[in-house]
């Protein structure tokens, strides 16, 4: 019987893919890097700021001291932050509001599980703050997906056991990630059919079975 459910942000709540890839383009540019694509910024999502700054300095030929490489993760995380003051609630995406309020109504508890250290401030801007019941995010853990720590730390604050807790998903690292912390999971996004699941959905639209995921 599932009593939680555990959202990763980026990709799932909000959309904030596009200014990742920009703030991301714009270090790579500055770096002489000049063709960082949409396919390797695929190959950052889910992933820590670190690992993602490693898809980009991967493009290049120079080596950095890793002194250098906190600098240049700051760099970009600053640029990101930037841009995520023009977020709003545009950026939440389709389903998500009425799929929150319809699991409350149910008494479920909405966690967050995401590695994003700007978590926070992305719930406070696109105002889905007030839906949520606990989060677990980058600043809570030391270890990113594939490591489970996020959802068994988010699966901790809401007071419950692993296996009482649903993660939903839409990288292949959070999926692995989910199974290893004795979760069952839904994969939403664009790729959800190579996620490897338990459950498969494009978006979060109605056509979602929850009544059988509940089940567990
Ligand atoms: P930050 P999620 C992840 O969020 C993003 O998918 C990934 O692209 C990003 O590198 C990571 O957060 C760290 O984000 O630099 O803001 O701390 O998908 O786990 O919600
Ligand atoms: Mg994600």
Redesign the pocket.
């Known amino acids: 019987m599932i009593k939680g459910v555990i959202f990763?942000?980026?990709?799932?709540l909000v959309s904030t893919d596009e200014l990742?890839y920009k703030a991301w383009k714009q270090l790579a540019e500055d770096l002489g890097i000049m063709n960082f694509t949409k396919e390797d910024n695929y190959l950052?999502?889910?992933?820590?700021?670190m690992e993602?700054l490693e898809v980009v300095l991967n493009k290049g030929t120079k080596l950095y001291t890793e002194a250098e490489k906190l600098i240049l993760a700051e760099k970009k995380?600053s640029c990101?932050v930037d841009l995520l003051q023009e977020l709003s609630t545009e950026a939440v995406l389709p389903h998500v509001v009425e799929t929150l309020e319809m699991l409350r109504a149910q008494g479920i508890l909405i966690g967050v599980?995401?590695?994003?250290?700007?978590?926070p401030l992305i719930l406070k801007r696109t105002e889905l703050e007030q839906y949520i019941d606990k989060v677990s995010c980058?600043l809570d853990i030391t270890r990113s997906?594939p490591d489970p720590e996020?959802f068994l730390v988010a699966a901790k604050k809401l007071g419950l056991q692993n296996e009482e807790c649903l993660v939903v998903e839409?990288?292949a690292a959070?999926i692995v990630a989910a199974k290893a912390a004795n979760m069952k999971c839904l994969g939403v996004g664009p790729e959800y059919r190579q996620l490897e699941a338990d459950y498969e959905s494009l978006t979060l639209q109605s056509e979602v079975d929850w009544h059988t995921i509940l089940q567990g």
């Open positions: 990763d942000l980026d990709g799932v990742h950052q999502k889910g992933v820590s700021r993602s995380n990101y599980g995401s590695v994003s250290k700007n978590t980058g997906k996020v839409d990288s959070g």
